[in-house]
């Protein structure tokens, strides 16, 4: 009697979401052009391998007049939308609601309204997260976390945005410092890309994700509590520009894995605490925002190594 082999379980594939989206069908989808894509990569088209393969398909090329381009997906394109007609895939994907035309046949690395919209999105409030609770903190829908207890957003055009989780922020407490990469930077996901300290005690923070800093909040910088009071709105740190941003999702938790692995640090927290915060195990309560300050057997440098897997200081 043969036995086949167990097949081992296949993971679900990651994607980008993008926080806040209500459209999720490809730009080439929503033209016309295939019939069936949905967006993987946060409408972050220049850095999208389906983007660049139905382009290469089409021959697009800025330097090369459409017309004469010898593609049945050029001449599909062209019949459905003449040059006049075409819309900008911003308008595609609901970014903005006027009507607006694609001059550049979606070549949208030359376009001076797609970079415009990018910088208008940098200082942009884009709203507050709906939140779960498990075991009394906070996680926010649709947002990426990573194991040092940062968190990532993508937003339109695949951009990043970080900040501090309401874990390590009720963890650690008020904080009289935060030190931020300065814009340009490069940080690299899993090494410290920036800093925070209390008192005479400082910590690193392990980045979520791989990119150049674009922006950085600086009403969180000069004004720490909103760290603590506010982690996932106007708490936020600062933007980048992803290398890859699918490349760093293995690394990160998103939705139910948030949930479980929460709850693991919870114990762990506990374990930390002693056997007379045993009864704070249950999940769904509140809890203090600054447990460093109120439990005094707590330890700086232990919560830093234990949470935030950064050297201790």
């Keep these: 009697m043969n036995v086949s082999p167990k097949k081992k379980p296949v993971s679900p594939k990651k994607r980008v979401v993008g926080f806040n989206v209500m459209e999720d069908r490809c730009i080439w989808m929503k033209a016309g052009v295939v019939n069936y894509h949905i967006c993987d990569n946060a ?20 330097s090369v007049d459409h017309q004469t381009a010898a593609s049945k997906w050029v001449t599909y394109l062209v019949e459905r939308y003449d040059g006049a007609n075409r819309p900008c895939r911003h308008a595609l994907t609901g970014r903005i609601a006027a009507p607006k035309t694609c001059p550049y046949n979606y070549n949208c690395s030359n376009c001076a309204f797609d970079q415009m919209l990018d910088e208008m999105d940098l200082g942009a409030d884009l709203g507050e997260p709906t939140c ?59 090494r410290v890309g920036w800093t925070f300290g209390r008192d005479d005690h400082r910590a690193g923070v392990l980045s979520p994700v791989t990119g150049t800093v674009l922006a950085v909040n600086h009403p969180a910088r000069e004004h720490p509590q909103l760290v603590n009071e506010d982690p996932y709105h106007t708490g936020w740190l600062f933007i980048v520009e992803p290398d890859l941003p699918k490349r760093n999702l293995k690394r990160l938790f998103f939705g139910q894995e948030c949930t479980q692995w929460i709850d693991q640090e ?12 045993e009864d704070m195990a249950a999940t769904g309560g509140s809890v203090v925002r600054d447990i460093y300050g109120a439990i005094d057997t707590l330890r700086w440098d232990d919560l830093a190594s234990q949470f935030l897997h950064t050297t201790k200081k």
């Design 266 to 277: 919870h114990r762990k927290l506990l374990g930390l605490m002693g056997p007379p915060y």
């Design 132 to 190: 779960n609770v498990v075991a009394g903190f906070k996680i926010a829908d649709d947002y990426y976390y990573h194991m040092g207890h940062s968190w990532v957003r993508f937003e339109h055009g695949g951009r990043a945005r970080i900040g501090l989780d309401d874990f390590a922020a009720c963890v650690f407490g008020h904080l009289s410092q935060v030190d931020l990469p300065p814009l340009g930077a490069k940080v690299q996901q899993d």
């Design 43 to 62: 409408f972050d088209c220049n850095a999208c391998p389906f983007n660049r393969a139905i382009r290469q398909a089409m021959k697009i090329d800025p």
